[in-house]
């Protein structure tokens, strides 16, 4: 007989607790279902963000016009977090999240649900994901570095989906190849239209919001999140960046000219842990980890710097100047499996330490970095028009 492994008796675990919380959405899966009413969740319970966020925010927006109204609920870590007043806001708590997912007809959410979620007949449920043309290998793309537990919750998760959404042909390859047999549609990124449609409105709101002048330049720095394995704590690999934040500021400005600001933001399953990471205490940096919605601080940006984050791609439909800093290739390759391009065809330049991030920021031409980006759009068929939103909106308005 096998001995039973420390992956075993993970699994177990988090089996009977599965099995235990289904119990509850059978509880509350004789109270009747509500044809109005719509349940959001961002990143297992994050805050008010993401594609779910503007997908909210259109419902809203067309309510305040007159059009069919709709009972939006919110699960919520943080309660405290601001809200809408048109969204209840609810504690993500097991007992909440069974009552109102098992009484809500349509569930919108980013992430994959926990395991001993319960979708009963007519209900729908649509997956936006949080992060479409990326660098990084999801779900059976993983290969042998997918968790067994992972694939346990993925397959759970995917056998409710009813609409996962797309916004390329390069991607809808890559979700029907990663997952479990979803409903692939090509819509865009909700959270992707502001970064078209309010650029500019977005450029002075932040510059006023932190007191900043209004020919500020700012420089996004994003590093994604660490640690991908289910079947260990989440955690990151170093919690002191390595990137010169004053060197990137002179190579800006000797590059681009202007005064520079470097918004730094992790990932929302990191950014608690912000207050331990450590990087240079400047007037000039500026923390906006807390903020619970990227977007609003990215449609504001010049530059962006990232690693293997998809806000790479996010950031290069405003046609701005994307870099990568990549200095733990190696180590980032083993826990997560080989990246989806290969690196040739990658449309940004990318540097290993901060002399080659200084090189390629000082060698930049604008004009081949566009024809290359533009040429990367076209080969995998994009489709980010700042209407995501309302196509989404008219999945739902046929939903009965």
Not at 203 to 217: A, G, N, T, V
Request: a positive charge; hydrophobic letters at 35%; proline letters at 3%.
């Amino acid at each position: 007989m096998r001995k039973m492994t420390s992956e075993d008796k993970y699994i177990r675990k988090r089996r009977i607790k599965a099995k235990a919380s289904k119990l509850l959405y059978y509880m509350f899966g004789i109270l009747p279902i509500h044809k109005n009413k719509i349940t959001f969740s961002a990143f297992e319970g994050a805050g008010y963000c993401c594609n779910p966020k503007y997908i909210a925010e259109g419902l809203i927006a067309n309510q305040r016009k007159g059009d069919a109204r709709y009972e939006l609920v919110w699960l919520v870590n943080d309660i405290n977090k601001e809200f809408p007043p048109e969204i209840k806001k609810v504690k993500n708590t097991l007992w909440n999240r069974a009552y109102h997912l098992s009484t809500s007809k349509i569930w919108v959410d980013n992430a994959r649900k926990n395991w001993g979620t319960r979708k009963r007949k007519g209900q729908f449920y649509i997956q936006t994901w949080h992060g479409p043309v990326g660098f990084k290998p999801v779900g059976r793309l993983r290969g042998e570095l997918f968790s067994k537990i992972g694939e346990l919750v993925s397959v759970a998760d995917a056998k409710n989906i009813d609409v996962l959404l797309s916004n390329s042909d390069w991607c809808t390859d890559k979700w029907k190849r990663s997952f479990w047999g979803e409903l692939v549609i090509k819509t865009g990124s909700p959270r992707c239209d502001i970064l078209i449609n309010k650029r500019e409105s977005q450029y002075r709101k932040i510059r006023e919001e932190f007191d900043l002048k209004p020919d500020s330049k700012i420089v996004l720095y994003a590093p994604t999140f660490r640690g991908g394995s289910q079947n260990k704590k989440r955690e990151v690999f170093a919690e002191e960046f390595t990137i010169d934040f004053n060197l990137l500021r002179q190579s800006l400005h000797q590059k681009f000219g202007g005064e520079w600001y470097i918004f730094v933001r992790l990932h929302p399953q990191l950014a608690l842990r912000m207050q331990k990471a450590k990087f240079s205490k400047s007037e000039y940096v500026i923390d906006i980890s807390y903020k619970d919605d990227l977007y609003e601080y990215l449609a504001a940006v010049d530059v962006a710097v990232t690693d293997y984050s998809s806000v790479a791609f996010d950031a290069a439909y405003m046609k701005i100047p994307v870099f990568l800093y990549v200095d733990d290739y190696k180590e980032y390759v083993e826990d997560r499996g080989e990246l989806l391009w290969r690196y040739e065809e990658i449309p940004f330049p990318i540097a290993t330490n901060n002399k080659e991030l200084t090189e390629k920021i000082i060698e930049f031409k604008y004009d081949n970095y566009m024809k290359k980006l533009q040429d990367t759009f076209e080969n995998i068929g994009l489709l980010e028009d700042g209407n995501a939103t309302e196509r989404v909106l008219d999945i739902i308005k046929t939903i009965k």
